[in-house]
């Protein structure tokens, strides 16, 4: 494949997850809406704190659940929604709602007008890519962890969302938890998420 179509595959992508935001669908007679760059600032739960970082994220899917770790002890537990699909086994390709299992890294931390804030993670890596390029399919990109539609930015629907899996692939939080993650973990922090 030549670097134009990768690229133009990329820029697809994100234009596809901007659009679509990864949202579940609002309860009836609820609208959505978009975030604003100052909404996902100043939050005091997530100004880093080295002092209370993380050095590793662990993802059990089974569970429903994100551990941090720090020098080998849990320090906090949240509850996640996954891929729309993940019932369905491990992600395979572009497009399945399934959210990857691998081991990964923090790529970046944004603010997201659609998810309110988002940590890209390292998908594909080297295995999703061999995997992929055997069975003859684009392994996809662009997971990240991310937070909550806008319609639940106050998180009055956060049992809504977390008894449903609901994401293209990726992991979400609470709005609230996500600030706190946000808080404990920099980038480079490496993420291993597992059955």
């Known amino acids: 494949m030549n670097r134009r179509v990768i690229l133009l595959s990329i820029l697809?992508?994100?234009?596809?997850?901007?659009?679509?935001?990864c949202s579940p669908k609002a309860p009836t007679g609820i609208t959505g809406g978009y975030y604003t760059s100052e909404d996902c600032k100043n939050k005091?739960?997530?100004?880093?704190?080295?002092?209370?970082?993380?050095?590793?994220?662990?993802?059990v899917?089974?569970?429903?659940?994100?551990y941090l770790y720090k020098n080998g002890k849990v320090i906090e537990t949240f509850p996640i929604s996954l891929?729309?699909?993940?019932?369905?086994?491990?992600?395979?390709k572009r497009g399945d709602k399934r959210t990857p299992i691998g081991?990964?890294?923090?790529?970046?931390?944004?603010?997201?007008?659609?998810?309110?804030?988002?940590?890209?993670?390292?998908?594909p890596n080297s295995q999703d890519v061999a995997r992929a390029a055997r069975m003859g399919v684009?392994?996809?990109?662009?997971?990240?962890?991310?937070?909550?539609?806008?319609?639940?930015a106050d998180g009055h629907g956060d049992n809504y969302t977390l008894a449903h899996d609901w994401t293209d692939g990726c992991v979400a939080l609470t709005n609230s938890n996500l600030d706190k993650l946000w808080g404990k973990?920099?980038?480079?922090?490496?993420i291993e998420i597992k059955n």
């Open 12 to 21: 697809s992508t994100a234009t596809a997850l901007f659009i679509t935001g």
């Open 138 to 152: 684009d392994p996809g990109s662009l997971i990240t962890i991310h937070g909550q539609p806008h319609w639940n």
């Open 103 to 123: 081991t990964y890294t923090i790529l970046n931390k944004r603010c997201h007008p659609i998810k309110y804030r988002a940590m890209t993670i390292s998908y």
């Open 185 to 190: 973990v920099r980038v480079g922090t490496p």
């Open 83 to 92: 891929g729309a699909n993940d019932h369905l086994g491990n992600k395979i």
């Open 44 to 59: 005091p739960d997530a100004i880093y704190d080295p002092t209370k970082a993380a050095d590793k994220i662990i993802v």
């Open 61 to 66: 899917k089974s569970e429903r659940k994100m």
